[in-house]
């Protein structure tokens, strides 16, 4: 009664392999972490003394404020957002033909030498009503303008761009010559 | 030709692969549990604004959030927008108490580049991220990261 049993094939196993590498590269691929990005910013410290006001020429100022209908209004004039990143290159770009534009402080920094920085601030005023969304809005131009600068003195002064720049040192002599100088006014409400 | 056939007959016997799948599958699941993510579930709408101008959080560790957003279950909780910290909603007052709490955990030469990351729905009004901008001010958490989508 020796009946041949029937072997059943093997089944390839081989791209199996395959197949598990196709799914690791796979995991490899897609848990990338999302690499947590924004726009950072220094609060200033509490005031001590909330009733003395630092006084700062109407000249170093650039007033940006937005309403609670997220209209945007700069130096007491209503603009757009779209202009808004032109008008603060405008203001911060040191020009020291303008009588109107902000004063101009000489300063020596590291690798650049003798610089004219601006002595502009921007002042961001907001309302409790604004939306966050046009707050960053607004935050990313004023970014932009800054960054702006910083590139064109990266440029001038070490030919190389802002974003490339791996030496610590230069980019700090960068960001001393373009300081961000945007100041949060206390909360208080804007019609 | 003989030579060459008699050469050709002594194969080294080919390794077996049969232990690959084994190994490939052993690194998935390395993988898999070594990144999951260790986030907090958010119970609030998470939906952040837009923005070019974007730079890394550099060292994750030393970086503490901040969630605020319309609640997820609005039936429940309704649409008024909340704080979330850790895994809970909170309100403005456990802000402080939430960050002396995140430099304890912290070794103490970390502590000051400690980096509050605010992650805020779009929607939310200015008001209560000042709120929250004042309680961090109150309580020397200078460094701040208004949490982005990066656009063009």
Redesign the interface.
């Known amino acids: 009664m020796a009946r041949k049993k029937k072997k059943v094939p093997e089944i390839n196993?081989?791209s199996?392999?395959d197949?598990?590498?196709l799914?690791?590269i796979f995991?490899?691929v897609t848990?990338t972490?999302d690499?947590?990005?924004?726009?950072?910013?220094?609060?200033?410290?509490?005031v001590e003394n909330p009733d003395m006001d630092v006084k700062v020429k109407e000249r170093n100022i650039l007033n940006v404020m937005i309403n609670k209908y997220d209209k945007l209004m700069v130096n007491g004039k209503p603009c757009d957002i779209s202009e808004l990143k032109d008008k603060t290159k405008v203001f911060i770009t040191p020009n020291p033909n303008d009588e109107k534009s902000p004063e101009i402080e000489m300063k020596d920094i590291e690798f650049i030498g003798s610089f004219m920085t601006n002595k502009g601030v921007v002042s961001l005023k907001?309302?409790?009503?604004?939306?966050?969304?046009m707050?960053?809005?607004v935050?990313?131009e004023l970014?932009?303008a800054f960054?702006e600068l910083r590139e064109e003195v990266a440029w001038r002064y070490f030919q190389q761009h802002y974003a490339d720049m791996t030496d610590k040192d230069k980019i700090d002599a960068v960001n001393k010559a373009v300081p961000v100088r945007v100041s949060e006014a206390e909360?208080e409400e804007i019609k | 030709m003989a030579k060459f056939r008699k050469k050709g007959g002594k194969e080294v016997p080919a390794i077996s692969?049969?232990s690959?799948?084994d190994i490939?599958?052993m690194?998935?699941f390395f993988?898999?549990v070594t990144?999951s993510?260790r986030e907090t579930t958010l119970k609030v709408k998470m939906r952040l604004?837009?923005?070019?101008?974007?730079?890394?959080?550099e060292k994750?560790s030393l970086?503490s959030f901040i969630y605020i957003g319309p609640p997820t279950n609005a039936k429940l909780y309704g649409t008024e927008s909340r704080i979330q910290l850790n895994d809970q909603y909170a309100r403005i007052d456990d802000i402080i108490p939430f960050i002396e709490q995140e430099r304890l955990d912290r070794a103490e030469a970390d502590r000051p580049l400690l980096?509050t990351?605010?992650k805020?729905?779009?929607?939310?009004?200015?008001?209560l991220?000042?709120d929250v901008?004042?309680e961090?001010?109150?309580c020397?958490?200078?460094?701040?990261?208004?949490?982005?989508r990066?656009g063009e």
């Open positions: 196993a081989s199996m392999a197949i598990s590498f799914l690791l995991f490899l848990t972490m690499t947590d990005s924004g726009i950072t910013r220094r609060l200033p410290p509490p907001n309302d409790r009503g604004t939306s966050y969304q707050y960053i809005a935050q990313n970014a932009k960054n909360p | 692969t049969g690959m799948p490939i599958f690194l998935i993988f898999m990144t993510m604004p837009e923005a070019t101008e974007v730079q890394k959080l994750k970086v980096t990351s605010l805020i729905h779009e929607e939310v009004r200015m008001g991220v000042t901008k004042q961090l001010r109150k020397g958490a200078f460094r701040i990261n208004y949490s982005v990066k």
